[in-house]
Structures are given as structure tokens and as C-alpha cells.
């Protein structure tokens, strides 16, 4: 568990502060694409400094479609691995996954999580929804479902199953 005091501004930042802590690097994507994406560095993998996580994107030809990407997959990256204790749980129960606050959704979600052990179904109460639907939201987000099943195996837990 790594203390993030910030980790709220930076879920809620938009891409101009965000990237103000970052380091960018651009190259030449790879694969289908057609001889644009092979020529030019449209590519960008993105750094936070004051943690070192990382995020990359190459899924367009235009280098700002894939910073802009780059930049939502590193949310998510900041979401799965700061936690902000005591928990705050998020403000409504469910967030669509392209929605822009889906990442604070899952940093908040995850740090009741973190709160209770990684044991879901007190999670489950704190959240003021059942168990079911509990894994029901996780199973919708499959990195979200992975990182959760990932920290109840390190816990001795059992996996949970969609």
C-alpha cells in the first residue's frame, strides 16, 4: 500500500495537470496500421514521477489520440495502486466504465476494499450493496476483477467467481 495524500487531484486532474508530473516518450507504434503508423512516432508511453507508474498506448495513428489515451490508462494505473485510508466510499454505487469518473470510482471502491482485507463482503456493506452485485460491478472491469482476485490470493483468500 503506497500513501497517496494527492491521489483524489490526480484521479480528478484534467490531462494538462496530469501530464505537468509526467514524462512522456514517443516512438513508432507497431503492428496493423498501414505505412502512417510505421513512419511516424505515434506511440506514447507515459511516466508519473512521483511514482514511477507507467502507461502506453498505440491503438491510433495520431499521437494525441494516443497521449489522451495514454494518460486515461494511467488514471487507472494511479486508481489500482495508491490507497487513500480511511476509506471514502464513492458517492454513487455504480460508474460506467468510459465514464470520466470511472477511475476515482475504483480508487475509492478499492480502498474500501483495502479497509476490510480485501474480504468482500463486509466491503460489500460498507458499499451499501450486496455481495453479489459486489462482484457483479468488479466482473465488468476485467483488470479491476484481476487486481482484486490478485490481492485476495496474496491475503490467502479465495478468488471470487463472476
Same mark, same amino acid.
Given at each position: 500500500m503506497?500513501?497517496?495524500?494527492?491521489?483524489?487531484?490526480l484521479?480528478?486532474?484534467? /490531462?494538462?495537470?496530469?501530464?505537468?508530473?509526467?514524462?512522456?516518450?514517443?516512438?513508432?507504434?507497431?503492428?496493423?496500421?498501414?505505412?502512417?503508423?510505421?513512419?511516424?512516432?505515434?506511440?506514447?508511453?507515459?511516466?508519473?514521477?512521483?511514482?514511477?507508474?507507467?502507461?502506453?498506448?498505440?491503438?491510433?495513428?495520431?499521437?494525441?489520440?494516443?497521449?489522451?489515451?495514454?494518460?486515461?490508462?494511467?488514471?487507472?494505473?494511479?486508481?489500482?495502486?495508491?490507497?487513500?485510508?480511511?476509506?471514502? @466510499?464513492?458517492?454513487?454505487?455504480?460508474?460506467?466504465?468510459?465514464?470520466p469518473?470511472? @477511475?476515482?470510482?475504483?480508487?475509492?471502491?478499492? /480502498?474500501?476494499?483495502?479497509?476490510?482485507?480485501f474480504?468482500?463482503?463486509?466491503?460489500?456493506?460498507?458499499?451499501?450493496?450486496?455481495?453479489?452485485?459486489?462482484?457483479?460491478?468488479?466482473?465488468?472491469?476485467?483488470?479491476?476483477?484481476?487486481?482484486?482476485?490478485?490481492?485476495?490470493a496474496?491475503?490467502?483468500?479465495?478468488?471470487?467467481?463472476?
Open positions: 503506497t500513501p497517496a495524500p494527492d491521489r483524489d487531484q484521479l480528478a486532474a484534467d /490531462d494538462e495537470t496530469l501530464s505537468a508530473g509526467c514524462e512522456f516518450e514517443f516512438c513508432k507504434g507497431s503492428g496493423n496500421g498501414g505505412q502512417k503508423r510505421n513512419k511516424t512516432s505515434s506511440a506514447v508511453r507515459v511516466r508519473h514521477l512521483a511514482t514511477g507508474l507507467t502507461a502506453e498506448d498505440c491503438s491510433e495513428r495520431s499521437q494525441h489520440r494516443n497521449r489522451a489515451a495514454a494518460l486515461a490508462k494511467l488514471r487507472m494505473e494511479l486508481a489500482l495502486h495508491l490507497r487513500r485510508l480511511p476509506a471514502q @466510499p464513492p458517492e454513487r454505487s455504480v460508474t460506467a466504465l468510459e465514464h469518473d470511472y @477511475p476515482m470510482w475504483c480508487a475509492r471502491v478499492l /480502498d474500501v476494499f483495502e479497509e476490510h482485507g474480504d468482500h463482503k463486509p466491503a460489500a456493506e460498507a458499499l451499501a450493496v450486496s455481495p453479489t452485485a459486489l462482484v457483479k460491478l468488479l466482473a465488468r472491469d476485467p483488470r479491476l476483477f484481476q487486481f482484486v482476485n490478485q490481492e485476495r496474496r491475503r490467502g483468500l479465495t478468488i471470487l467467481r463472476r
